[in-house]
T-cell receptor, first 113, second 110 residues
């Protein structure tokens, strides 16, 4: 099924551990994004990549790093997880940055204990 | 500083009636507005959008209205169906960023 694939779907980390969330899209989209969803906060942009080879900070980038590995893949890394990073993480892609309907993955539910 | 606000966290409506979801924004640079629908354990899916040069856009049962002077948009769903029960996010775009509201949970009662 074409779209955005995120792995893993669930993860529990201990404080201080690191991990990488993976995202891949097969729609030949140029732009990719990482959002986090918290209760009462909507979706907040962590990082985005307007095109292959470029990445930029969003609203809440602290504690995260990203890599646009190629046009298809955009990963999000937590170097030293903190309980405040407990959230649901969504990857999305779009043909162009900032406009049109984004296609979202099904999310990664991350708990940091 | 939330630039897109959905002040009603929830809405309950009877099947067959109209659902009206509201959204306010503060950034006058927003030039494109979208609504997304989200079911539990799934990612948001694009529903309908409107450019700032228009004041209305229809797609089947869904209509989005934009009032630029009031910085307000609304989504009308007519008639509401049980499958419409979901969380609806309002979103607005300026340059390279899409900003989302906190969402409104819609429950359609039989």
């Amino acid at each position: 099924n074409a779209g955005v694939t995120q792995t893993p779907k669930f993860q529990v980390l201990k404080t201080g551990q690191s991990m990488t969330l993976q995202c891949a899209q097969d729609m030949n989209h140029n732009s990719m994004y990482w959002y986090r969803q918290d209760p009462g906060m909507g979706l907040r942009l962590i990082y985005y990549s307007a095109s292959e080879g470029t990445t930029d900070k969003g609203e809440v980038p602290n504690g995260y790093n990203v890599s646009r590995l190629n046009k298809r893949e955009f990963s999000l890394r937590l170097e030293s997880a903190a309980p405040s990073q407990t959230s649901v993480y969504f990857c999305a892609s779009s043909l162009a940055t900032g406009q049109g309907g984004y296609t979202f993955g099904s999310g990664t539910r991350l708990t940091v204990v | 500083d939330q630039q897109v606000k959905q002040n009603s966290p929830s809405l309950s409506v009877q099947e067959g009636r109209i659902s009206i979801l509201n959204c306010d924004y503060t950034n006058s640079m927003f030039d494109y507005f979208l609504w997304y629908k989200k079911y539990p354990a799934e990612g948001p899916t694009f529903l309908i959008s409107i450019s700032s040069i228009k004041d209305k856009n229809e797609d089947g049962r869904f209509t989005v209205f934009l009032n630029k002077s009031a910085k307000h948009l609304s989504l009308h769903i007519v008639p509401s169906q049980p499958g419409d029960s979901a969380v609806y996010f309002c979103a607005a775009s300026a340059r390279y960023k899409l900003s989302f509201g906190a969402g409104t949970t819609v429950t359609v009662r039989a």
